[in-house]
């Protein structure tokens, strides 16, 4: 059976929340949409999202790292957002793994966002229905569209590679080699939901640095063992207030 999935490369993440963006834009725009803003530009904001970066440092002074963390909704395999739902608008499908909302059935009673040990549910006010990642379902199905782009927006926005999509039951996919060998996890599997999002682990980068590589040289714009004087000029138009 398929499972898509995306694996997200902590190692190269950023933390420049363009898969945000592009997850908002794009899912505001499609059938999941339109995501609500409540007050985006005041003192407190609110808003629907499907997909989040936390950003958090690790390790000791001096000796931290700062970690960025995109999460969203993991995809489980036995997601315990379905059972849960009292209409069934939260299911699973069958062709490829993808956990979906029916908001034709949602009445936002919050079931599924308890069950989720993720936090990956979010409450639409204006609609009063639930919301979650959807893998950009719409576009990876739309065959309008080339091959190339059949990718949810989120991956196809990341400027780093970080984010892989995938099938996750395909050993030969792009997603299971990474898993494979760059030792990928899952995010809290003692809650037994079997998520198919993976994180790949960061890596100590390192740094070899050779003996000449130590040794200063001169600047090589200077001339006659002086540096080149600026040129001055005169102010210019754009010098003056008009």
């Known amino acids: 059976m398929t499972q898509l999935t ?4 902590l190692n190269v993440c950023v933390g420049c929340h363009a898969c945000v963006t592009s997850c908002k834009q794009w899912n505001t725009s499609g059938t999941a949409g339109s995501l609500v803003d409540i007050n985006p530009y005041g003192a407190e904001p609110n808003g629907t ?35 849960v739902c009292p209409t069934g608008a939260s299911y699973k499908r069958a062709e490829d793994g993808i956990v979906l909302v029916d908001y034709d059935k949602c009445i936002g009673c919050k079931y599924c966002s308890w069950a ?12 009063k229905v639930m919301t979650k990642c959807t893998l950009c379902v719409d576009r990876i199905t739309d065959t309008a569209l080339p091959a190339s782009e059949r990718k949810p ?19 030969e996919s792009v997603v299971s080699r990474a898993i494979a060998e760059r030792g990928g996890y899952q995010l809290m599997p003692e809650w037994g939901t079997s998520p198919s999002n993976h994180y790949l682990p960061r890596r100590k980068t390192e740094i070899r640095i050779h003996a000449e590589d130590l040794e200063r040289v001169d600047n090589p714009l200077k001339i006659d063992g002086q540096l080149p004087e600026h040129a001055h000029r005169d102010p210019g138009r754009e010098d003056f207030a008009t």
């Not at 440092?57 to 379905?82: A, R």
């Not at 989720?116 to 609609?127: F, H, I």
């Not at 196809?156 to 039951?169: E, K, M, Q, V, Y």
Request: a negative charge; one cysteine or more; hydrophobic letters at 35%.
């Open 6 to 9: 995306l694996v997200i490369d």
């Open 153 to 171: 927006a989120c991956v196809l926005a990341c400027p780093s590679n970080a984010r892989l999509f995938g099938d996750i039951h395909d050993p």
């Open 49 to 83: 999202f499907f997909n989040r970066v936390q950003t958090f440092e690790v390790g000791e002074f001096p000796n931290t790292q700062t970690v960025h963390f995109p999460k969203s909704c993991l995809h489980c395999e036995d997601p315990p957002c379905v059972p």
């Open 116 to 127: 989720c040990p993720y936090g990956a549910r979010e409450l639409d006010e204006e609609r």
